[in-house]
């Protein structure tokens, strides 16, 4: 066991951790920040995206200990500070961009760290972006959809809901 | 205008802000005090014989706390199959034993023969490698027409042999045969239905709790039905008293019928936490995912059209090799009969029509129902037919679906259905308008000269939701009633709690439900809470799946409703002192007809629970109803699908260019969510045809066990879809008029880009009848070789 301290949402945190335990299991189960969701074992559906340090990581792709001293942001954290939602979670609220909500908490995670580097991403642009994260749910259309409108673009010539 | 509330209206989802702020709680967010942690040791091969199993080094590791084998549940009950399905010579089908834990033999990659319980997962896990045993590989059955081979390997040992069924449903022989001995042209197809993996991004949970001062257990899971999982689990596996027994599923992140089953993990977490008096908890990984939930489709068909000299469909005949794999799930007996026989006469009124279907063992995995169960099977064959009849007979694929139609309702099929009502005409011409169809050879022109095949593919479909009424589905041989239940329940001060038997793993009814009673009493959506998931708190109902929810347990939900209505009325007559006939309920106030008296919702809804000025004499205090709804019939979505493709000749590569989809849903209650749903299932349906595909080897290990193998799509592989549901018949049989929407995009979606491909091949002058899906460049382009 080692101890790893880090920001998470802007909160110091300290906790001993193993040597082998996953980030995720660390925000789950150590931090109770169950938004962090886990949908496969191989690194390929993107439930598990938070940022660290400016990145946007898979979270099951990293251990705890490897983010000592880091900043941490996940979906618990993406909210504005009056708990009312950012405008990327708006937006998937507004065009109906999540279904059963599973993959959401990883979209959205997605799709801010997107418009950070691409305040005006195009249809393809996002659709290539979102390469590792899987929706079951949504067909994509109003994921796609809502991250062009949280951008400013105008969407309504596609396809209205 | 569109309207901002109430039926109707596109209200945005209050469940939104808690998935998109990571409030939800999902079964694997659930935590309780003292959880000990399960990891279950699976088969490695397809089918072998247990000869032992050592677990003694095993349990000597740290925090293990008890380790069950197949032994231990020796004299305990099986997973029980819902359906019993009754062959062509009266036989009732074969139903194998299925043993929570593998008992003698296992029979699939993936069936589950011991778990270890131990303080921590990892404990769980490292113990569980640890287990000495010995299974002795014996060859494997995975092929359908292999299996049904004289002296092939068995299954199933007590069984004769590797066939559950022979099935054969429909018109009578001589009308079938006297259709294809004097028809002008017959067309023939054979094709493959390839399985499908349902993979809803939430993996499978399982906490079994137990409370040894009352006796009883919790159960908390990921399931599309707690009521069904009660019963289920304990009337027929443990043996446990159903108030006893409580089965939560909270937040549920997506199902698509994967989660209807009840599961051996679920009755093992139940047992096991009685046996050790501690909460024990199991999460499956993706890669469990895929070797133990039921998987989807994967039928093998032959299927024959009749047509006479004008082109008019005069008979149809269809054999199918259905595969049950190893073991029969909870439904699974019902998809390639009741749920895919009986539609096979898609849109069209064809006179005579057979359907002919073997279900098959084999060591694989278990099939059930899977988004659309059974119908994206019919459909899938009878729309690549009509396309290839079209082909053949040199005409126009629309125009022979067009002539072929069923054009008055009630229309009863051969195949046992009555269609309620439908305007198939409607759907075809709002398709055409959506996709530009004039356009169509200048935008082919267009590609060509870019070197690409441009192809249309358009299919129809017909589809049936809201299974029963429970007394015919009875003699067909279900096991359970398939009606629904709703209590509404009005607090003092006039909010209210709907309890319903439905439950939610994203369609949404948190925010659709609402709608409905707040536009049959007048206030606002606000004021109204669904309450669903918890069999401790929810009446008696079948859970939701076969898109069921709004037409049964919404009409359930309005006839309870209706009685509110009619309590508070007469509450309100007596606040009026006036005649309870004369009183109506408008806007959330109820008036004397034709004066100014009127006495608001809340005043009524206090009286009934402050009773102080009320006829108690004549009416009991308080405001609560519960109503059970059992359909008289399905009711029947329809509606039209094409797809422009883009097939590049070089390579294979296929690239879907747009997708439109008309839909006849009857009435809307939340056009966005429905749009959604209609998004989602055609994006399963491109996945089907483009890219997902189980795949075993010939020794049944699963090829395809994880998202490395098993291509899921992205947000690359669709592109935006059209879609429009304003061609719309309301139910006849239902008070909202509403019929279901889950499962169209799925079932109308894969022959409509199988057809756009050949269309393209077809026209770029290659002769090809028929890919088997999925279409991956290398399938493609090996059909382009002839
Ligand atoms: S859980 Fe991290 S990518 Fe799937
Ligand atoms: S909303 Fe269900 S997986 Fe995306």
């Known amino acids: ?161 | 205008m569109p309207k901002d509330h109430g039926i109707g209206a596109a209200q945005k989802r209050r469940e939104d802000v808690r998935f998109l702020t990571g409030a939800g709680q999902y079964t694997d967010d659930i935590s309780v005090y003292g959880q000990t942690y399960c990891a279950f040791l699976r088969s490695d091969v397809a089918h072998g014989t247990i000869k032992s199993i050592d677990t003694s080094d095993a349990e000597a590791m740290p925090g293990v706390l008890r380790i069950f084998t197949g032994k231990d549940f020796e004299g305990i009950g099986g997973l029980p199959c819902g359906w019993q399905v009754t062959d062509k010579h009266g036989e009732p089908m074969k139903e194998p034993g299925h043993p929570v834990l593998a008992q003698g033999k296992v029979r699939h990659v993936g069936d589950p023969f011991a778990a270890v319980i131990a303080e921590t997962l990892e404990e769980a896990r490292d113990a569980a490698e640890a287990i000495v045993y010995d299974i002795e590989e014996l060859p494997a059955v995975v092929n359908m027409k292999a299996a049904l081979e004289e002296g092939a390997t068995k299954v199933h040992d007590d069984l004769s042999d590797n066939l559950c069924y022979d099935w054969q449903f429909g018109s009578d022989q001589t009308d079938v045969d006297k259709a294809f001995a004097e028809a002008a042209h017959i067309t023939t197809l054979e094709l493959v239905n390839n399985r499908l993996v349902a993979n809803p991004m939430e993996p499978r949970v399982a906490l079994g709790e137990y409370n040894r001062a009352n006796d009883e257990s919790t159960l908390y899971t990921t399931s599309q039905n707690p009521h069904v999982i009660r019963l289920l689990m304990g009337a027929f596996v443990l043996g446990i008293p159903e108030h006893k027994l409580r089965v939560v599923a909270p937040d549920v992140g997506g199902g698509f019928g994967t989660k209807i089953f009840h599961y051996a993990e679920e009755a093992f977490v139940t047992f096991a936490s009685r046996q050790l008096n501690r909460p024990v908890k199991w999460t499956s990984t993706r890669s469990e995912a895929f070797m133990s939930d039921a998987h989807g489709r994967d039928h093998v068909t032959k299927i024959e059209l009749a047509l006479d000299a004008e082109n008019n469909f005069t008979g149809l005949r269809t054999d199918t090799l259905a595969n049950m794999g190893a073991y029969l799930s909870t439904f699974s007996s019902s998809i390639p009969t009741w749920l895919h026989g009986t539609l096979m006469a898609g849109n069209y009124k064809t006179p005579a029509i057979q359907v002919n279907v073997k279900a098959v063992f084999t060591n694989t995995v278990p099939v059930d129902a899977y988004r659309g169960a059974g119908r994206p099977e019919a459909t899938f064959q009878l729309e690549r037919l009509v396309d290839k009849a079209a082909r053949e007979l040199g005409v126009d694929p629309i125009a022979l679906r067009r002539q072929n139609f069923i054009d008055s309702f009630p229309y009863a099929t051969p195949v046992a259905v009555e269609y309620d009502t439908g305007d198939y005409v409607a759907t075809m011409d709002k398709l055409e308008e959506m996709i530009d169809r004039q356009g169509f050879e200048a935008r082919r022109e267009e590609s060509r000269k870019r070197g690409k095949l441009r192809g249309l593919g358009v299919n129809c479909y017909i589809e049936a939701c809201g299974i029963a009424p429970s007394n015919l589905v009875g003699q067909l041989g279900a096991r359970a009633g398939l009606y629904d239940a709703a209590t509404v329940r009005v607090n003092a001060t006039g909010s209210i709690s709907v309890m319903v038997g439905a439950h939610s793993h994203g369609q949404g009814h948190e925010t659709a439900f609402p709608q409905v009673v707040a536009e049959m009493l007048g206030i606002d959506e606000s004021m109204i809470d669904i309450v669903h998931g918890d069999s401790s708190k929810i009446p008696f109902g079948m859970g939701t799946y076969g898109s069921r929810s709004l037409a049964v347990c919404g009409s359930a939900m309005v006839r309870a409703t209706e009685k509110i209505i009619n309590k508070a009325k007469k509450i309100a007559s007596h606040l009026l002192e006036a005649s309870e006939a004369d009183i109506e309920l408008k806007d959330g106030q109820f008036t004397v007809a034709g004066t100014d008296k009127s006495v608001a919702w809340g005043d009524v809804t206090l009286a009934a629970y402050v009773p102080h000025n009320y006829p108690l004499e004549e009416i009991e205090p308080g405001l609560e109803e519960t109503a059970f709804y059992d359909p008289s019939n399905f009711t029947y979505p329809s509606g039209a699908y094409a797809c422009e493709v883009e097939v590049d000749p070089e390579t294979g590569r296929v690239e879907i260019l747009s997708f439109a989809a008309a839909d006849d849903f009857g009435n809307v209650v939340n056009p966005m969510i429905v749009e959604g749903q209609v998004h989602g299932g055609i994006a399963q349906g491109i996945g089907q045809a483009m890219l997902e595909n189980c795949v075993y080897d010939e020794n049944g290990q699963l090829l395809s066990a994880s998202y490395m193998d098993y291509a899921m799509p992205r947000a690359e592989d669709v592109p935006f879809f059209q879609v429009d549901h304003s061609c719309a018949t309301p139910c006849t049989h239902n008070p909202l008029g509403v019929k279901g929407c889950g499962e169209a995009g799925a079932i109308g979606s894969p022959p409509a880009v199988v057809n756009a491909v050949l269309d393209a091949l077809n026209a770029g002058g290659m002769k090809v009848d028929h890919i088997d899906m999925p279409l991956s460049p290398h399938r493609v382009w090996k059909a382009m070789q002839g």
Do not use: W
């Not at chain 1, 949402?9 to 299991?25: I, R």
């Not at chain 1, 690194?43 to 979270?59: E, Y």
């Open chain 1, 1 to 161: 066991m080692t101890k790893v301290t880090m920001t998470v949402n802007g909160k110091a945190v300290s906790k001993e951790v193993s040597g082998n335990t996953l980030m995720t299991e660390f925000l789950r189960d150590a931090l109770h920040l169950t938004g962090t969701h886990v949908g496969c074992d191989t690194s390929q559906c993107g439930a598990c995206v938070i940022h660290v340090d400016g990145k946007s990581v898979k979270a099951c792709t990293m251990f705890a200990a490897e983010a000592e001293g880091a900043e941490v942001v996940t979906i618990e954290g993406m909210a504005n500070p009056d708990g009312s939602l950012s405008v990327i979670q708006q937006a998937f609220q507004d065009h109906h961009g999540l279904q059963c909500g599973f993959c959401t908490p990883g979209m959205v995670m997605t799709a801010a760290k997107l418009l950070e580097e691409n305040p005006r991403p195009s249809e393809h642009e996002i659709r290539d972006y979102l390469e590792g994260n899987i929706c079951r749910c949504t067909g994509y259309h109003n994921i796609v959809k809502a991250i062009m409108a949280a951008s400013g673009q105008d969407v309504s010539g596609i396809a209205a809901e």
